[in-house]
């Protein structure tokens, strides 16, 4: 019988973990904290965005980072497939906004309950509170990992999946990288990735915990429009987040580095300037001998206020009937674009993903093989693959996971 080794017990570990026991190999799965899935526990905050359920073009187009790579482990498990897989451990799942698939329970807990559940089930090994200091080869060929506490265990194959750098209380801090290093592979830049945006403007964190829905989000580099979305967006202490900002730095993420941005938020996308111009022309004729500051209420939440009327220029205690076109036409604007500087982004601490890690041109798209060391393989988000906000980089780890244990527990 085929012995694997699995090192990291998150979404790609346990995942492989099961396909990998389904075929027969004796399998031991390593996870340094004292529970498995802690980081997926988070994931969709707290109610894990298992995948999407899109189809195939649409999936393959969300990944940013080395797209061709995945197109095969994608063709192999895809979407509905890995949905099928859940519905088949007991976990019913909802499709919501944007095609992002969900438990139906909204608790992640379910999902990692139901993976630990086959786990066990299958007689899978599973050793936590078990760091691997490192792996060994010989002849070419991964033979065994040394565990902290200098206990060597010998393997057949070995799959590190042992995430990236983000959320690093939950264990992420990089072994993968480290243990691939020590094998002669490639790691590229990490950076984080699908991350909270921060801002020069004081007045953004005075919106602190405002939410708004339904508003188009352009990021500009000069005049060139490098982002252009829609959705929902958070402002923070520090700057703006929420799934649109989050989308968004993903793609901006290398203009960002060498130069700040312009984000510029349509507060009213559904109504073209004459239309939203209208609209402010007959909330002033309602309330002629009001002051500014008092006739905003129907057009914006209360904290925005102050904001916009700020930008605006206009003088808050001006009675409505004394404002001019040209006033007007700046209100407008600010409505229509209301602009900040993006000068960076968070850690580690608060990125939902990391950007960088294993050279995927060091690994076969197939079977995620080490091309430098044979039975040594990778999954999840150690590999330089991601993808954007929806359940999209849940589904990298599923598929990566996948093509790695069937691979994997191949008797030569």
């Not at 899978?124 to 792996?135: D, M, N, Y």
């Not at 601490?349 to 039975?375: C, F, L, Q, W, Y």
Request: glycine letters at 8%; proline letters at 3%.
């Amino acid at each position: 019988m085929r012995k694997v080794i699995i090192i990291g017990g998150g979404a790609a570990g346990m995942m492989a973990a099961v396909e990998c026991a389904r075929n027969g190999a004796a399998v031991v799965l390593y996870e340094k904290n004292e529970k498995l899935g802690k980081k997926l526990f988070i994931t969709g905050k707290g109610r894990c965005n298992l995948t999407n359920a899109c189809d195939m073009e649409e999936l393959q187009k969300s990944v940013m980072r080395n797209p061709k790579f995945m197109y095969s482990s994608f063709q192999n498990f895809s979407n509905w497939e890995a949905l099928g897989f859940f519905e088949e451990l007991g976990v019913a799942t909802k499709i919501e906004r944007g095609n992002r698939v969900f438990p139906v329970s909204d608790h992640s807990s379910d999902v990692i309950g139901a993976l630990e559940q086959e786990l066990e089930r299958l007689q899978v090994k599973v050793f936590r509170k078990q760091p691997v200091a490192k792996l060994n080869q010989k002849n070419g060929k991964v033979s065994s990992i040394t565990l902290q506490n200098g206990k060597t265990e010998e393997a057949d194959a070995v799959i590190v999946a042992t995430g990236g750098l983000s959320y690093p209380l939950t264990g992420s801090t990089g072994d993968g990288f480290s243990f691939a290093k020590a094998m002669g592979h490639k790691i590229t830049d990490t950076s984080p990735a699908l991350v909270p945006l921060t801002c020069a403007e004081p007045w953004v964190c005075s919106l602190q915990g405002l939410s708004l829905k339904n508003i188009n989000a352009v990021v500009k580099k000069g005049s060139k429009v490098i982002y252009d979305g829609f959705g929902e967006m958070l402002f923070t202490h520090f700057g703006v987040s929420g799934p649109l900002i989050l989308s968004a730095s993903s793609v901006i993420l290398e203009d960002l580095r060498k130069e700040n941005l312009t984000l510029s938020i349509d507060l009213k996308p559904a109504l073209l300037p004459e239309q939203l111009d209208d609209r402010i022309l007959r909330d002033f004729s309602q309330a002629k001998n009001k002051q500014f500051k008092n006739v905003l209420g129907s057009l914006l939440p209360a904290k925005l206020i102050p904001v916009v009327i700020l930008l605006s220029g206009i003088t808050p205690e001006k009675k409505v009937n004394e404002i001019n076109k040209k006033e007007r036409k700046a209100l407008l604007h600010t409505l229509k674009s209301l602009t900040m500087t993006v000068n960076g982004v968070c850690g580690y601490e608060e990125a939902i993903i990391t950007r960088g890690g294993v050279d995927v041109k060091e690994i076969n798209p197939s079977t995620m093989e080490s091309k430098k060391v044979k039975n040594l393989y990778f999954a999840g988000e150690v590999l330089d693959v991601d993808a954007l906000t929806g359940g999209f980089n849940l589904q990298i780890a599923w598929s990566t996971a996948m093509a790695a244990a069937r691979a994997a527990s191949k008797e030569e």
